[in-house]
């Protein structure tokens, strides 16, 4: 069984940054694609970014292009998420999650192991 805490959430003003941090116990993540989710309220959860197993690939979703950025430490079972440039349509409760394969997918079917989320708000 594998646990996901999230943390580094937080309230931030529209233009600023925030770094959220995913830690994973249980097992080792290194073979396995990362990726972060969110969702804000009346809406699907919806995939914002991902890694894959080594670090080598990543993906964004078209509206976070440029201001975000996936990275992920295998030593340390650790998955980040630079967040800058914040906008308020980027407010969400956001969420890692560990894929089943070791490539980057964008399908939140695609994923085995969810954490509980962390609030982000930004405030115009």
């Known amino acids: 069984q594998v646990q996901l805490v999230e943390s580094g959430g937080g309230l931030v003003q529209a233009g600023g940054s925030l770094r959220l941090s995913c830690a994973a116990s249980?097992?080792?993540?290194?073979?396995?694609?990362m990726g972060w989710f969110r969702q804000a309220p009346g809406k699907e959860r919806e995939f914002v970014a991902g890694i894959n197993w080594n670090g080598g690939d990543t993906y964004y979703r078209d509206s976070v292009k440029g201001r975000f950025t996936i990275s992920r430490d295998n030593a340390k079972n650790m998955v980040y998420l630079q967040m800058n440039s914040l906008k308020p349509e980027d407010t969400a409760v956001y969420y890692c999650a560990v894929s089943w394969g070791s490539t980057v997918v964008t399908a939140s079917l695609n994923y085995r192991y969810w954490g509980q989320g962390t609030q982000v708000t930004v405030s115009s």
């Open positions: 249980g097992r080792t993540l290194s073979n396995a694609a």
